[in-house]
């Protein structure tokens, strides 16, 4: 089992940076595929920015590619994702999420992933 704790939540003006953190405890974090997650006000929790196990592979939704950066520190069990160029339409609770696997590509499906944290919400101001 592995427990997901999301942090660096808040509220920005659009343009503006975030970085949001997620520490895993409870096991090593080392093999897991792990993943950013988002759900709005009225909508469905999307994908958002996956990694691999190795960090040497990423994946983001079309709407944030070029202004998000999704990144790990497995000593440190950590993962993050930077956010830049905020947007209104950004608003959303942000989750992490895992699952203990090597797949060939990093799933998308919120289905796919057994680990979630709490989430952290973030709000862009216009």
């Known amino acids: 089992q592995v427990q997901l704790r999301e942090s660096g939540g808040g509220l920005v003006q659009a343009g503006g940076s975030l970085r949001l953190s997620c520490v895993a405890s409870g096991r090593a974090f080392n093999n897991y595929v792990a993943g950013w997650f988002r759900q709005a006000p009225g909508k469905e929790r999307e994908f958002v920015a996956g990694i691999d196990w190795s960090g040497r592979s990423t994946s983001y939704a079309d709407s944030v590619k070029g202004r998000f950066t999704i990144s790990r520190d497995t000593a440190k069990n950590l993962l993050y994702l930077q956010m830049s160029s905020l947007k209104p339409e950004d608003t959303a609770v942000y989750y992490c999420?895992?699952?203990?696997?090597?797949?060939?590509?990093?799933?998308?499906?919120?289905?796919?992933?057994?680990?979630w944290g709490q989430g952290t919400q973030v709000t862009v101001s216009s």
């Open positions: 999420a895992a699952d203990i696997d090597y797949p060939a590509t990093i799933p998308v499906s919120r289905r796919y992933y057994d680990y």
